[in-house]
């Protein structure tokens, strides 16, 4: 049985040559995936300095209440400067 061979399809102007070298990672999302993994290390990092003055709250406050320990530390996390507590 004889088949015809397939013509190629002809690439329009708009994709051919330099426009595709274009198309790279950041144009795909992976510039956006690294914003959000930098995202996620700054809340992190943020959470950890908060968890550190809760606990030396603690130490200080031997025996006060918890929650009075707990809003002292936001408060003091709060006068950092340019850092806005996380909600």
Partial sequence: MYTEPL????LSPMVEGDEL???DDE????????????????KKKRMGRILSAVL????E?????????IEEAQFRVAELPG???LR
């Fill in 7 to 10: 013509e190629l399809p002809e």
């Fill in 21 to 23: 070298a274009g198309f």
């Fill in 27 to 42: 144009s795909t999302g992976a510039g956006f995936a690294e914003s959000q993994r930098q995202t996620v290390e700054d």
């Fill in 56 to 59: 030396l709250l603690l130490d």
């Fill in 61 to 69: 406050l031997d025996g006060e209440n918890l929650l009075t320990v």
């Fill in 83 to 85: 850092r806005p507590l």
